[in-house]
């Protein structure tokens, strides 16, 4: 696990350090960005192992981060967030409306 990067991205920096400090208890190296642009730009400096994000975000929301970051990378992203209709499950997992 030494080693291993994880970007956080959400938009409430407490939620985004308290799932930091879990992580880090895990031996784990965090980023957090609290902004879709932002976690654009990190991601290409960083190359994180793996992305939990939030789909509500300033800037670019999570669906449209989560669109550019699969234009160039197969990296795991974990979706987090308060929705739950059908139709956003089906947009979280990259179908179409």
Not at 30 to 50: A, H, M, W
Not at 78 to 96: F, P, W, Y
Request: glycine share 6%; net charge negative.
């Amino acid at each position: 696990m030494q080693n291993t990067r994880i970007m956080v991205v959400d938009d409430e920096l407490e939620i985004a350090e308290l799932i930091k400090d879990y992580l880090e208890e895990e031996q784990y190296d965090v980023i957090i960005s609290t902004d879709g642009k932002e976690c654009i730009n990190l991601f290409r400096e960083y190359q994180p192992q793996l992305i939990v994000l939030d789909i509500m975000l300033p800037g670019l929301d999570g669906m449209e981060v989560c669109r550019t970051i699969r234009a160039e990378s197969s990296i795991p992203i974990i979706m987090l967030s308060a929705k739950k209709t059908e139709v956003d499950k089906i947009l979280g997992l990259g179908g179409r409306r």
